[in-house]
């Protein structure tokens, strides 16, 4: 079955700096790649997704970037402000439609003003 | 749209209770429905697909028996935790895949319900 690894787990970065997470995938039929933002206690919000027939993907101040020959995806998050703070999930599927999620670990990202 | 209703959000019972979970899908039929657990700190780990009017695929090391799923409608899937144990203590939340507008894919992903705390005393 797929596994994701995700990195790193906590990142601290300085207000208005960008934040960068790696994921890593193993299934190289996975085709769809999200990435959610949970806040404690709450349901992951999608924040931006990509499938595998596109490499980059950009919405504002976010944008993701897929390489499928190397089996990996990144957040890039720029500008970031303290309400970016989150766990931010990487996940990946094997097909794009009715198919299980496979979730990366998490990144606890802060943000310091 | 797309949105995904579970219920309760919390709930306390005691050690070898049963407590069912209910998940709608309010404005979309989802034909599967994915249940999830997540302990403090730690990712989404699957525990089950669900599929109306089919049994549940249970993911390896869960407990069918324990984790009754039920899919008995295009909107309307629920998961009972039986006999709970405090270990089973966790956050539980479903999701589904929802598609709109046909061939052009206007709008699709995945929408989760809002999370059922689960503490057993």
């Known amino acids: 079955g797929e596994n994701v690894e995700q990195h790193p787990s906590t990142l601290s970065v300085q207000e208005g700096d960008s934040a960068v997470i790696k994921c890593t995938y193993s299934d190289s039929a996975s085709n769809y790649f999200p990435w959610y933002k949970q806040e404690l206690g709450k349901r992951p919000q999608l924040i931006i997704d990509?499938?595998?027939?596109?490499g980059e993907k950009k919405d504002q101040r976010i944008a993701v970037t897929l390489n499928k020959t190397a089996k990996h995806f990144s957040l890039h998050i720029t500008e970031t402000q303290p309400e970016d703070s989150a766990v931010y999930f990487c996940?990946?599927?094997?097909?794009?439609?009715?198919?299980?999620?496979?979730f990366g670990t998490g990144t606890r990202l802060t943000i310091i003003p | 749209g797309a949105v995904v209703s579970q219920h309760p959000s919390w709930v306390i019972c005691k050690s070898g209770t049963s407590v069912k979970i209910e998940c709608r899908s309010l404005d979309f039929q989802a034909t599967t429905m994915f249940w999830y657990r997540q302990f403090p700190k730690q990712s989404l780990m699957l525990m089950a697909t669900?599929?109306?009017?089919?049994?549940?695929?249970?993911e390896q090391g869960v407990e069918k028996d324990k984790f009754l799923i039920n899919h008995a409608s295009l909107t309307l899937s629920t998961l009972t935790v039986t006999s709970a144990h405090p270990e089973d203590s966790s956050f539980y939340i479903c999701?589904?895949?929802?598609?709109?507008?046909?061939?052009?894919?206007?709008?699709?992903?995945?929408?989760f319900g809002s999370g059922t705390r689960l503490t057993v005393v």
């Open positions: 990509i499938r595998s027939n596109v």
């Open positions: 999701s589904a895949f929802f598609q709109r507008g046909g061939d052009h894919l206007k709008a699709y992903g995945y929408t």
């Open positions: 996940a990946a599927s094997e097909y794009f439609g009715n198919e299980k999620l496979t």
């Open positions: 669900s599929n109306e009017g089919s049994k549940a695929t249970y």
